[in-house]
């Protein structure tokens, strides 16, 4: 069987948070799509057969799927002899979602799931194609060539929707904050359940080489707290599950971690956070509050850097994506920050505002903000920022944490760039 992971039209939808990642990619509730599916690979296989997982994405992040994800593009042509699982790569990285892929493939029918829009069926959710169905396919005549693979795969799917199964799918990047906290619970129940940790105090799990200090106030009555390989947590800290820290985490002393936090591998956390989810190698380590917030990867927050996540008012929060303003339905909301971006000390950021990747904040955050901008509104000093300062950035930073620069790395900012260039030709925040 082959697993097809795939981006359709919507996933620009996600941006920041996918300018720097296939959408499988983004972690929500301490997971993410690809660890689901792979989890899934590797309970389909049997004997020598192997579930074989394969992403169609962005052409400009292929170099970054095979490096970090280890993935390849599928072949031109439909699979032979092979039943395929069409799964779309937004989905929600849930417990329930990989019971119900699971549901799916047991049936073992042509069937496939279709999101809706207004009550209207409309984006292509997940399908599985038997490998006799393929095999119709391939020798109908009335198959149009032209089509890709994944068009012809998907037309067959729309002809065979079942009613059996429900999914969801991101549309929005805040939507990765809702469904975190909607997930996180049974998340990490999932996880020790299935995971091999040692059971350090009540409610508290932990893997080798996991350590924490003294004077600590660790509370677990609203969820369980998972810390993976070599994490350190800091004396006088206060944890409150649900909580997830991925490996070699670092947790100062005195920081306040609560109400549902995921925190990626090599993460340096510090202050109040609450109810948010932090990628790989991003810096909060000084005091601050971040709440009902995404950080995407290789983000430094400065000393003192805050977030709004409630309105004065304790009303629900209204968004803005560009040009388009949308009611989120959520009271707590705070930032959604691409990769790479950076804050100096005591910036403050609004509640609700979307900051691109590869930019630098100063002073109030009152407004969205694009990529690559030096954002110093307040001061009247918002300019360009070029990406070979970024690249130069990028290396500084993998020195620190003794990660190698490749070439695909130094590409991506430049990629980055080109295709962020519509935010900043229609942002009113750059003065050039």
């Keep these: 069987m082959q697993i ?20 499988y990619a983004i972690t929500c509730a301490s997971f993410r799509l690809l660890d689901w599916l792979k989890t899934l690979a590797s309970e389909s296989a049997t004997g020598a057969k192997v579930c074989q997982i394969q992403g169609l994405i962005r052409e400009y992040l292929l170099p970054i799927q095979e490096a970090d994800h280890g993935l390849q593009a599928p072949a031109k042509e439909l699979p032979e002899g092979e039943d395929v699982l069409l799964v779309n790569a937004r989905l929600v990285p849930s417990v329930q979602t990989y019971e119900t892929l699971k549901k799916v493939l047991k049936a073992g029918e042509t069937a ?14 997940v399908a599985f194609i038997s490998a006799a169905d393929i095999a119709k396919l391939n020798g109908s005549a009335a ?15 729309r002809d065979n929707v079942s009613s059996r199964f429900t999914l969801k799918a991101f549309q929005w990047p805040h939507e990765v904050v809702s469904s975190h906290m909607d997930a996180m619970n049974g998340s990490v129940n999932y996880r020790i359940e299935h995971g091999d940790y040692t059971q350090r105090e009540d409610g508290v799990f932990v893997r080798p080489g996991v350590s ?3 004077y600590g106030s660790i509370h677990t009555s609203g969820g369980a707290i ?10 006088f800290c206060f944890l409150e599950g649900p909580l997830h820290a991925g490996h070699s985490t670092r947790v100062i002393e005195h920081s306040a971690i609560k ?23 991003t810096n909060k380590q000084h005091h601050g509050f971040l709440g009902h917030s995404y950080l995407g990867s290789w ?22 994506y560009g040009d388009r303003k949308m009611a989120t339905g959520m009271q707590f909301l705070g930032c959604v920050m691409g990769d790479y971006s950076k804050s100096a000390i005591n910036t403050g950021i609004f509640t609700g505002k979307v900051i691109g990747v590869c930019s630098m904040l100063y002073g109030f955050v009152t407004s969205n903000v694009p990529s690559y901008v030096n954002y110093a509104r307040l001061f009247g000093q918002t300019s360009l920022l070029p990406p070979d300062v970024m690249i130069n950035t990028q290396a500084r930073m993998f020195a620190r944490r003794k990660v ?11 990629a980055m760039y080109d295709r962020t260039e519509s935010e900043r030709e229609t942002s009113d925040q750059l003065a050039l």
């Design 4 to 23: 097809l992971c795939f981006e359709d039209s919507r996933v620009e939808q996600l941006c920041p948070i996918v300018h720097a990642r296939p959408a």
């Design 112 to 125: 496939s799931v279709l999101g809706k829009d207004n009550g209207v069926d409309t984006e292509l959710l």
């Design 143 to 157: 198959s149009d060539a032209t089509q890709t693979p994944l068009a012809r795969l998907e037309q067959l799917a």
């Design 212 to 214: 924490i200090g003294e």
């Design 226 to 235: 998972v810390l993976e390989e070599d994490v350190r947590v800091g004396p």
């Design 259 to 281: 109400d549902g936090v995921s925190l990626g591998h090599t993460v340096k956390i510090g202050g109040e956070v609450e109810a948010s989810v932090i990628e790989a190698y």
């Design 299 to 320: 983000i430094n927050l400065g000393a003192g850097t805050c977030n709004s996540d409630l309105k004065n008012t304790y009303g629900k929060i209204n968004i803005e």
């Design 404 to 414: 190698e620069q490749r070439q695909c790395d130094m590409d991506l900012i430049q």
